[in-house]
């Protein structure tokens, strides 16, 4: 099937979230998403999208680009939010690997201040019904740092099995210079339980 004639949601729930595809006027947000994560998104995110935005202008281009990619099935990166506050608690991307399998990468990370809550987990949970569901999907793949034992507990948590290990990643240094390793993650679609 062509991508682009895929009827995706742009948004779906869950017991505590709303899940959504960044959007145009969604730039302000963005951007202080972005300066209060900075810190925390440099161990393992240092390369994340959400840390170019140097102004809330530049966010808003960003995130109309991300809304772009999204209608053109590039890829889907979005938000989730609590619906008790409507607060910002994770990102979600999900990029396509190889079409033809279906396969899809999936990665995320959570808002410094909502660590340990479990949303990470919540809204993976229902980003694979998304992409098993509405993308179709044969194989997912999941990468993390060894030492992010938060993600890797995400990932075992939603079935991922540990596929594999990226000795010496040059995009994860240690704070002391030195390397660390990546673990592979993958997820079929007989394993995944919806």
Known sequence: MNKLLLDLPTHFETKRLVIRCYQPGDGPMYYAVGVRNRHHLQRY???????AAETEQE???LVQGLYADWMA????????FSKATGEFVAQIYVGGVNWDLPEFALGYFVDKDHEGQGFVTEAVQATLRFIFEHLGAHRVR?????ANTRSRRVAERCGFVQEGQLRHAAAHRNPDGTF????????????YKG
């Open 45 to 51: 995110e240092s390369g994340n999208i959400i840390l």
């Open 59 to 61: 966010a808003e281009a």
């Open 73 to 80: 099935r590039n890829c889907f990166f979005m938000g989730a």
């Open 142 to 146: 999941l990468e993390t740092n060894e």
């Open 180 to 191: 660390s390793d990546d673990v592979l993650y993958g997820l079929l679609r007989s394993e």
